[in-house]
């Protein structure tokens, strides 16, 4: 059995068994397993994570990769364990914050960070965390992609306590 199921970017664009099978990775949640389901293009908008959501045929970006973030929740594993985030971890990011953020979301999902372009709103649904039954679902819109072949290290950290989420002692 595996502790996590990352997906990559665009993966229900590009892998149509995807979309075909997306009951067996909510099964494999359900049960206690982690998913990490990066960014994805305007197909993934058809509710395949475990509760409804909507992206829209225009989904939200922030493009400026200096502009403030907030975390919104503190204590959320994700922030904690290995690494100890802080808004410092989102300091010398390249290119951009994230792309094909959520616009709405069911309630159990969680919005953990918050950014914006200047002139734009401010934008929660690049990172979402909810549970499933047993497991943890996370919709990451955040540019990993461009931050990890970078070396920025904030980035790193925040990746490494994702992929950690299955060992986390405070997981919720």
Known sequence: AYDVILLGVRAYAARQDLATYNSRLLDYVKNGGVAIVQYNTPEFDHNFGPYPYSMTSNPEEVTDEASKVQILD?????????????????????????????????????????????????QKGGLLYAQYGKGIYVYNAWSFYRQLPEGVAGAYRLFANMLSLPKNPSRR
Do not use: C
């Open 74 to 122: 503190p204590s959320n594993p994700i922030f904690n364990w290995p690494n100890k985030i802080s808004e410092a971890d989102f300091s010398g990011w390249v290119e951009e914050r994230g792309s094909k953020w959520m616009k709405s979301w069911d309630p159990r999902y969680h919005a953990l960070l918050e950014a914006h372009d200047q002139d734009q709103e401010p």
